[in-house]
């Protein structure tokens, strides 16, 4: 039974606050592509100005990105191996939600301690993040991991509210299901394109000019 709840806990935590808080990023993101320099830094600044924002980052992002990651290890580990009957769609669909939660666990760790935890050690500020993204996504090794990360990310999230409205009983007949297929299929290309947007506007020149003050740095840190 205690089981029951933490998997309840573990399910409504994905979609809120953590799915929330991918949709919002991604639209932060895509400033970048947007505005440029100028519209990232703003956007990136209107954030860090709101109130408390130390507290809202804590309930908000950290502690159930991580209560949702390290329990979905869990269950990634205890789930029975069904490559058997692969053949069913949602079969095929169950596997890839663990595969994607394992890539996106491993993803999440390199990028928030490439991003916000170099912020907090002083090595890089708000004002030269657009500079520092520049930096990490022109090396084609990390370009694609951010790539795989993000994709993994993504259609962990929008096969996970998939799978959360059939779970909560809330889509029940197949014709429910089908119409939130397609749905999902939408967040997936909508929150994929702002995301892979934003990634192709940091490797553009326009990012370069504040980059060379940070490389060191960065080289230092990453090897
Ligand atoms: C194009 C793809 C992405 C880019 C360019 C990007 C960029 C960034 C940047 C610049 C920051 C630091 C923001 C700040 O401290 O003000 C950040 C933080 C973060 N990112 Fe991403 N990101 C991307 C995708 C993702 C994805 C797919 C996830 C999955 C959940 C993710 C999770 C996070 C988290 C958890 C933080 C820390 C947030 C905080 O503490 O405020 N990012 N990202």
Redesign the pocket.
């Given at each position: 039974m205690k089981g029951y709840y933490a998997r309840k806990v573990h399910s409504l935590l994905g979609l809120v606050p953590i799915s929330l808080f991918?949709i919002e990023?991604a639209i932060t993101?895509f400033a970048a592509y947007e505005g440029g320099q100028e519209g990232f830094r703003d956007a990136?600044r209107k954030?860090?100005d709101l109130p408390l924002i130390f507290f809202l980052?804590l309930f908000a992002?950290?502690l159930p990105?991580l209560f949702h990651g390290v329990y979905g290890l869990y269950i990634a580990y205890q789930a029975q191996p069904n490559l058997g009957h692969f053949k069913t769609e949602r079969n095929w669909r169950f596997v890839m939600q663990r595969v994607t939660g394992v890539i996106?666990f491993v993803f999440?760790i390199w990028?928030?301690y490439t991003?916000?935890f170099q912020?907090t050690l002083g090595n890089v500020t708000?004002d030269e993040?657009g500079g520092w993204?520049h930096d990490i996504v022109t090396q084609p090794g990390f370009f694609i991991f951010?790539l795989v990360?993000?994709i993994a990310?993504?259609f962990h999230f929008a096969n996970g509210v998939w799978a959360f409205l059939v779970s909560w009983g809330i889509t029940v007949g197949p014709r429910a299901q089908r119409i939130s297929s397609y749905v999902c299929l939408g967040l997936f290309a909508i929150v994929t394109t702002l995301?892979m947007m934003?990634?192709f506007a940091?490797r553009s020149e326009e990012f370069a000019d504040t980059a060379s003050v940070i490389t060191t740095t960065l080289q230092t840190m990453i090897g």
């Open positions: 991918l990023h993101n990136v954030l860090n980052e992002i950290w990105l996106a999440i990028h928030v991003t916000r912020i708000h993040l993204m951010f990360g993000v990310t993504t995301f934003s990634l940091f």
